[in-house]
C-alpha cells in the first residue's frame, strides 16, 4: 500500500475496527471500490473518514441530480485544482455511467459535444475561483443545487487531500491513460454507479452534526457539510494563534488563483512550517515535499496530526469558496 502514498502510512481497511469498519463496507457497497487510496488515506485519522465519505455520498452518489452531469461537475474541480489522480478517476466514473463517447472525449482534451455537459464542466471549473460563478442560469435545476453543490465543494476538499498525501497514479503503471482499461474499469464499476442508493444511508455514521448550510436544507447532504467543517477544522489546533490569523487572512485575500513557481508569500519552513503546509494544502497541495513535511515534523506530530493539518488547510479553501458560492445563491433568492 506504500506505494500509494506520500507521507503517511495509512492503516489498511482490514485493520478497521468500529465505525471506521462501517464506513468501509458503506463505501465498498454504494462506491463499487473496496479500498480507494481517497479514502483509505485518510485512515491514520479516523474522525475524517466518515464525514468525507457522508459528504461525497449523499452529493455525488444520492443527491439530487444526474451522476453523469455532477461526475461532469467533480471533473471540472478537479481539473482547476490540477488533480490528475481524481480527473483519472472522474473518466472512469464516466465510462461507468454508460456515457463512453464523452469520458473519451473529455480523456482527449476536448470539449463535450453536448452544449448543457459543457457547461456544467464549466460551472465545475469555475468553482475554483471564490465569487467567479457567474454563468447563469446554473447549469442545473434549482432543486439540484444541494447535489451539484455538495459534489464541488467534496471534490475540492478530496483534490487537496489527494494532491497532498497520494501519488498521482490512479492505477499502477498510470494504466488508466490507456482507452482500453479506463473503458474495462468503467464497467466493473457500472453496476454500483448505476444502482440507485437510499439518500441518508451515511449519517448514522457521524455524530451529531447539526442541520448544515442553507443550501443543502431539506437534504442530507447539509449535516454531512457540517460534520465534514466539524472534523475538519479541528486540525486548527495544531496551529498557534497567530498562524491560525495567517492562513485565515490568506484565504480572504485568495482569488483562486495557483501560486507562482517561487511561492512568493508563502511562510518560510524554517520559520513557520506549520502555516506553510496549511497553506499549501489550501492552494497549492501538489506543491508539497518531504522537506516541508520533515521540517514540520516532531516527535508528537504523528501522522493522524499530519492529516488533521493538511484536512484543516483544505477546508480553509472549502469554506472560502462555499461561503462565496452561498452568498450567490442568497442573492439570487431574495
Known amino acids: 500500500m506504500s506505494k500509494a502514498f506520500r507521507h503517511t502510512e495509512p492503516l489498511p481497511p482490514k485493520a478497521a475496527t468500529g465505525r471506521a469498519a462501517e464506513v468501509y463496507e458503506q463505501i465498498a457497497r454504494d462506491f463499487g471500490i473496496a479500498e480507494p487510496p481517497t479514502f483509505v488515506v485518510l485512515s491514520s485519522a479516523p474522525e475524517l473518514l466518515a464525514p468525507v465519505w457522508a459528504l461525497m455520498r449523499e452529493s455525488l452518489i444520492a443527491g439530487p441530480g444526474s451522476r453523469t452531469g ?3 461537475a467533480a471533473y471540472g474541480v478537479s481539473r482547476a485544482n490540477q488533480c490528475p489522480f ?4 472522474h473518466t472512469v466514473l464516466l465510462h461507468a455511467t454508460g456515457d463512453h463517447a464523452l469520458a473519451e472525449r473529455l480523456a482527449r482534451g476536448e470539449r463535450p459535444e453536448n452544449e448543457d455537459h459543457a457547461r456544467v464542466l464549466d460551472w465545475g471549473e469555475h468553482t475554483r475561483v471564490p465569487g467567479g460563478v457567474c454563468l447563469e442560469p446554473y447549469p442545473f435545476p434549482r432543486e439540484h443545487t444541494a447535489g ?8 475540492h476538499f478530496i483534490n487537496r487531500m489527494v494532491s497532498a498525501l497520494l501519488t498521482e497514479k490512479l492505477l ?3 494504466a488508466q491513460r490507456f482507452r482500453a482499461v479506463r473503458s474495462v474499469a468503467g464497467r466493473t464499476l457500472a453496476p454500483a454507479v448505476r444502482r440507485e442508493v437510499r439518500p441518508g444511508a451515511s449519517l448514522p455514521l457521524l455524530d451529531d452534526p447539526g442541520p448544515g448550510p442553507a443550501w443543502a436544507a431539506g437534504t442530507a447532504v447539509g449535516p454531512a457539510y457540517a460534520a465534514l467543517r466539524t472534523a475538519a477544522t479541528a486540525g486548527a489546533g495544531l496551529l498557534d494563534a497567530d498562524d491560525q490569523a495567517l492562513v485565515r487572512q490568506t484565504l480572504r485575500d485568495w482569488d483562486g488563483a495557483h501560486p507562482p513557481l517561487a511561492l512568493g ?5 524554517r520559520e513557520r512550517p506549520g502555516a506553510r503546509l496549511a497553506l499549501l494544502a489550501a492552494l497549492a497541495p501538489y506543491r508539497i515535499t518531504g522537506e516541508d513535511v520533515a521540517a514540520w515534523r516532531r516527535p508528537e506530530h504523528t501522522d493522524h496530526c499530519l492529516v488533521h493539518l493538511v484536512a484543516y488547510g483544505a477546508f480553509a479553501a472549502v469554506d472560502r469558496i462555499e461561503g462565496s458560492l452561498a452568498a450567490r445563491i442568497s442573492q439570487e433568492a431574495s
Open 86 to 89: 481524481c480527473v483519472d478517476a
Open 172 to 174: 499502477p503503471c498510470n
Open 265 to 269: 508569500g508563502f511562510p518560510d519552513r
Open 148 to 155: 451539484y453543490l455538495g459534489t464541488a465543494l467534496s471534490f
Open 70 to 72: 455532477k461526475e461532469l
